[in-house]
């Protein structure tokens, strides 16, 4: 059973659509991720929070807007994206401090396709 | 410019042998790496990890090996089984200065293959 959760599990949504993704995680962690990963590729680091605060951008286009409403929660709202954005979109928790701090936890992650 | 690589896309061993895994590296920064394991459609599974104070942790059927003056590690799953066949991430990261989160950079992966 995985601590970290995502919803949905799949997504479609049109170039015009606005949605959401939605990341739980059960693990006390102070820190969370949003990655996203196109296939036969690595996962690609997009925003960090830590302490509920947006730590790390990682250039990431506007269209994509994270926020963290409480420690345990993380959502992504998505907004006049592109087909190119389709791919797999992962959720990560990790202490925010200590020995083992680099050790982040995965979730199962939300296939969106953009039509 | 990559600064995590893994050279080799996929690698068949027979179960029971041993799997051999490599990851090399190039930012001398990188101050712990550690190995994900992925099944498809699902999300990176936590393996091992090793602190570049270590040159060897072990776990189980699985050790990773860190040899700093190559800037090279390796993960050797023994023995290996079926259900070892997926896809196998290294990834490293450091202590940056102005910052406590771990960033992780990902290697390419390679896709493992244990026959029965």
């Known amino acids: 059973d995985t601590e970290v959760t995502q919803t949905p599990k799949h997504l479609v949504m049109g170039m015009t659509n606005k949605k959401s993704l939605k990341c739980e995680q059960h693990?006390?962690?102070?820190?969370m991720y949003w990655y996203k990963q196109k296939a036969k590729k690595p996962p690609e680091l997009m925003f960090v929070?830590?302490?509920?605060?947006?730590?790390i951008n990682e250039s990431v286009p506007s269209r994509f807007s994270p926020e963290c409403p409480n420690s345990s929660l993380l959502n992504l709202h998505l907004h006049a994206l592109q087909p190119e954005d389709s791919a797999l979109y992962l959720c990560?928790?990790?202490?925010?401090?200590?020995?083992?701090?680099?050790?982040?936890?995965f979730g199962p992650g939300t296939r969106l396709t953009v039509t | 410019d990559q600064q995590v690589k893994q050279n080799s896309p996929s690698l068949s061993v027979q179960e029971g042998r041993i799997s051999i895994l490599n990851c090399d590296y190039t930012?001398?920064?990188?101050?712990?790496f550690l190995w994900y394991k992925k099944y498809p459609a699902e999300g990176p599974t936590f393996l091992i990890s090793?602190?570049?104070?270590?040159d060897k942790n072990e776990d189980g059927r699985f050790t990773v090996f860190l040899n700093k003056s190559a800037k090279h590690l390796s993960l050797h799953i023994v023995p290996s089984q079926p259900g070892d066949s997926a896809v196998y991430f290294c990834?490293?990261?450091?202590?940056?200065?102005?910052?406590?989160?771990?960033?992780?950079?990902f290697g390419q992966g390679t896709t493992l293959q244990v026959k029965p």
């Open positions: 930012n001398s920064m990188f101050d712990y």
């Open positions: 990834a490293a990261s450091s202590n940056q200065a102005s910052s406590n989160t771990g960033k992780l950079i």
């Open positions: 990560a928790s990790s202490q925010e401090s200590g020995p083992r701090f680099y050790e982040q936890y």
């Open positions: 693990m006390g962690h102070r820190a």
């Open positions: 090793i602190s570049s104070i270590k």
């Open positions: 929070y830590s302490y509920e605060k947006l730590s």
